[in-house]
Every structure is written in C-alpha cells, then in structure tokens.
C-alpha cells in the first residue's frame, strides 16, 4: 500500500529552522508530484509547497515564498521542505501529499495520498 511518513516537526523559537522530511512508498516516486500542506486548530487545511516531476518546478504560497524550499530525492524516495526563519504563524501540523503527476488536475488540493503529519511549533 502507499504510504508517506512525515518527520522532523518539533518546538523552535521564531527564527528558527527546521526540515521536514517525507519519506514515501508503494509508488513509482518519480512519477508522482509531491507537495505540503498545513493545518492550524480551528483553520482549514492550507497549500504550503509543491514540487512536480521536475525539481526545478517549485510552487509556494505566498505567505511562506523566500523561507521555505521543497526538494526531493527520487534515489531516496524522500520530499523535503526547509523551513527558514519560523513565525509562530507558522505553527500547524505539516503534511506530506502525493499525486500522479502524468495526470492533469484542476484543483491544487486534489491530491490522492497524504501522510499522517508532523506537528511544528514555533514559539514567540
């Protein structure tokens, strides 16, 4: 079955770093787009990052662009996500989520598999 683990989610103050780690299986890694979402309590779940096929075709929101950067190593079957100079903004559980990327998609959340996610807090 498919499965994607997050981790490296934690407590850092704001400023802070952290890496984000997703490690998938039960797929043909390479051919599936990948991306983060987040969700804060009481807020609905929020785009964060995608990487496609292509790692030089990168996607962010806004309210994270410049600090935070998605990559991926399809040798290791693994999606990262760098996060830079946290804001306690920030603070939400972190998921991973994957779709066939060789399909077309209308909707930015249509994404087949998520992971179970990584809680990140960041502290003012």
């Known amino acids: 079955q498919v499965q994607l683990v997050e981790s490296g989610g934690g407590l850092v103050q704001a400023g802070g770093s952290l890496r984000l780690s997703c490690a998938a299986s039960?797929?043909?890694?390479?051919?599936?787009?990948m991306a983060w979402f987040r969700q804060a309590p009481g807020k609905e779940r929020e785009f964060v990052s995608r990487?496609?096929?292509?790692?030089?075709?990168?996607d962010y929101a806004d309210s994270v662009k410049g600090r935070f950067t998605i990559s991926r190593d399809n040798a290791k079957n693994t999606m990262y996500l760098q996060m830079n100079s946290l804001k306690p903004e920030d603070t939400a559980v972190y998921y991973c989520?994957?779709?066939?990327?060789?399909?077309?998609?209308?909707?930015?959340?249509?994404?087949?598999?998520w992971g179970q996610g990584t809680q990140v807090t960041v502290s003012s």
């Open positions: 039960g797929l043909t890694f390479s051919s599936y787009a």
């Open positions: 990487i496609r096929r292509s790692s030089s075709s990168t």
């Open positions: 989520a994957a779709r066939d990327d060789r399909t077309y998609y209308r909707s930015q959340y249509d994404y087949a598999y």
